[in-house]
Nanobody
Framework: QVQLVESGGGLVQAGGSLRLSCVAS????????MGWYRQGPGKQRELVAT???????NYATSVKGRFTVSRDNAKNTVYLQMNSLKTEDTAVYYC??????????????WGQGTQVTVSS
């Protein structure tokens, strides 16, 4: 089991920036993926950005060029730098870890979520 603790959410004006952090603890497999998902009001949870233990990165189209995901493996921490924020980025942001086994099966762990609110 992996425990995830997010920080860095808050209220920001449109065009501003925020940086989210997520610290993982527990049993983390050699091959894993860490990243961020979000759920806006009345919407389903959606992928924002992920980064694998091998450094492969995936972004949602809506955040490409504005958000940057990174990780510090020594600290078991994943970051999300969010620039040029828009009101539509308002959501609860959840940290996610996927532990992969040798067959490619994954086990998901989730953080408690951190609120990001972008005002116009």
């Amino acid at each position: 089991q992996v425990q995830l603790v997010e920080s860095g959410g808050g209220l920001v004006q449109a065009g501003g920036s925020l940086r989210l952090s997520c610290v993982a603890s527990g049993t983390i497999t050699r091959f894993n993926s860490m990243g961020w998902y979000r759920q806006g009001p009345g919407k389903q949870r959606e992928l924002v950005a992920t980064i694998t233990s091998g450094g492969n990165i995936n972004y949602a189209t809506s955040v490409k060029g504005r958000f940057t995901v990174s990780r510090d493996n020594a600290k078991n921490t994943v970051y999300l730098q969010m620039n040029s924020l828009k009101t539509e980025d308002t959501a609860v942001y959840y940290c996610n870890n996927k532990n992969f086994d040798r067959w490619g099966h994954s086990i998901d762990s989730w953080g408690q979520g951190t609120q990001v609110t972008v005002s116009s």
